[in-house]
């Protein structure tokens, strides 16, 4: 039985791009059900674009400033999307709203990792939020975006604890090693068909009985 083509994701970024660089470790194996075919990114000097170069993938520069409004931006993010003929799109810090017809455009086939366990903090300042509201959990998600914002079908989630002697910098390192493990563990499962959107769920099927992709907890150091 000749083995399913690996889906081509293209991966937008804003930053640092150290999740981008998780999936692109992911997507070295050959076995994994996704490879890496573009990064675009919003921003010309996102350092994550010197990760995907340094990797020889493709990557694509857009600046928002470049561009009379948003629609006329993410026509141009869809053209690039076209190009690299992508079937699947990560958010990996990608820090600009996407508008209503993208979103549509993309539904179910578009995810997110966003740095608290949704529904808890959406937005901003997840973890300074975190520790002001006295949580003793914290972590990670994965969704499908929706056009609300942080509000999608929850693929999958991470957890950490938060320590007594944390503060913001060392919660978030914490989060980002737990974000760095979910999700190329969220997106193969939706590269594998897994996973699918259903209205404001998200459905599962064909998982393993001991698949622990739904919650991976994670200890304490970090
Ligand atoms: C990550 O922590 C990601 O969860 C967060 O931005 C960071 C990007 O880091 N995303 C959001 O806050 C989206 N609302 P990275 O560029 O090193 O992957």
């Excluded at 000097?45 to 340094?54: F, H, K, S, T, Y």
């Excluded at 969220?186 to 599962?204: D, I």
Aim: proline share 5%; glycine share 8%; net charge neutral.
């Amino acid at each position: 039985m000749s083995r399913a083509r690996r889906k081509r994701v293209a991966v937008l970024i804003s930053g640092r791009g150290s999740n981008l660089a998780a999936l692109i470790a992911a997507a070295m194996d050959p076995a994994y059900p996704a490879e890496i075919a573009t990064v675009i990114a919003n921003r010309a000097e996102a350092p994550g674009l010197a990760v995907a170069r340094d990797h020889g993938l493709a990557t694509v520069a857009l600046p928002g400033r470049d561009f009379a409004d948003r629609a006329a931006h993410e026509q141009a993010v869809e053209a690039a999307l076209a190009e690299a003929r992508a079937d699947i799109v990560c958010l990996a810090g990608y820090m600009r709203l996407l508008g209503a017809a993208f979103v549509e455009r993309w539904q179910g086939r578009m995810i997110n990792i966003h740095p608290s366990l949704l529904p808890l903090f959406a937005g901003l300042d997840t973890h300074a939020r975190a520790l002001a509201a006295g949580v003793r959990v914290h972590g990670c998600t994965v969704h499908f975006v929706t056009a609300e914002m942080d509000a999608g079908p929850i693929v999958a989630q991470a957890a950490v604890p938060v320590l007594a002697g944390d503060d913001e910098p060392a919660l978030a390192a914490r989060v980002l090693a737990a974000e760095h493990r979910l999700y190329p563990a969220a997106l193969r499962l939706v590269a594998e068909g897994k996973v699918r959107m259903s209205g404001a769920r998200a459905v599962f099927s064909g998982l393993a009985e001991d698949d622990a992709t739904a919650m991976l907890v994670s200890p304490g150091a970090g």
